[in-house]
């Protein structure tokens, strides 16, 4: 009990500086303490990287309008494969055997057929392109045939479609899209037509690919070859 005109001295605070070095003993002294073994466990956190790694795995995963209709990616991939590996050595030989003059040449339509339309969230640009269909597309083009692409998509986005192929390394001699009058036409008619206008222009067109009949039926190429759109659900 402080009694009046009495003072009781009072304790002097230690200085910020006197603190903090007490501060910086006292820690020193419980780090002492601890086993090596407890320090060396000390990095075991790094281990939380594999979740980051799974989650960028993810981000990569195909999506689109293919996973919302249940079509496996792998599976595409390996049925495409099937298609083009079987392609492959008839376009080997087909140019290895081309007449002197002539003007060989490969049709492709584009979605699902040269890109991975389906299999992309519709802001992914430029779409990547089929890696099988690609390199067997690059390989024509060196060995001398010209490569068009004729397809069903507007003539509104034939820039953005032009500039797609080329940016995912696709070689384009020529690109055919349906301008307003050909969006009156069947899509099969369409493209029988634009066959027949590369041909009116010299070219002998030794391929055609797609994946739809649409993309196939109406003659003006030596062979065709059909990937999956398994029952019409691929664009």
Request: net charge positive; glycine share 6%.
């Amino acid at each position: 009990m402080r009694h009046p005109g009495i003072r009781t001295p009072r304790t002097p605070r230690p200085s910020r500086a006197a603190a903090t070095a007490a501060a910086a003993t006292a820690a020193a002294a419980v780090l002492a303490l601890v086993p090596a073994t407890t320090a060396q466990a000390a990095p075991a956190p790094q281990r939380a990287e594999a979740p980051a790694a799974s989650t960028a795995s993810a981000a990569w995963a195909p999506g689109g309008n293919a996973a919302i209709l249940g079509i496996d990616y792998g599976t595409w991939q390996r049925d495409v494969a099937t298609v083009i590996d079987g392609a492959r050595p008839y376009v080997e030989q087909r140019l290895a055997n081309a007449p002197a003059g002539q003007k060989p040449a490969i049709v492709l339509d584009i979605d699902n057929s040269s890109l991975e339309t389906d299999f992309h969230y519709f802001w992914t640009f430029p779409t990547p392109a089929i890696a099988k269909v690609r390199d067997l597309v690059q390989y024509a083009h060196a060995h001398g045939a010209a490569i068009f692409f004729v397809t069903a998509r507007p003539g509104i986005i034939q820039s953005l479609t032009q500039y797609n192929l080329k940016a995912v390394g696709y070689p384009v001699t020529g690109l055919y899209v349906r301008d307003l009058p050909d969006l009156f036409d069947e899509v099969s008619a369409y493209k029988t037509a634009k066959r027949a206008e590369i041909e009116a222009r010299g070219y002998t067109i030794i391929a055609n690919i797609g994946n739809k009949q649409s993309d196939l039926v109406g003659g003006h190429a030596e062979r065709t070859f059909k990937l999956p759109d398994y029952d019409g659900k691929l664009s």
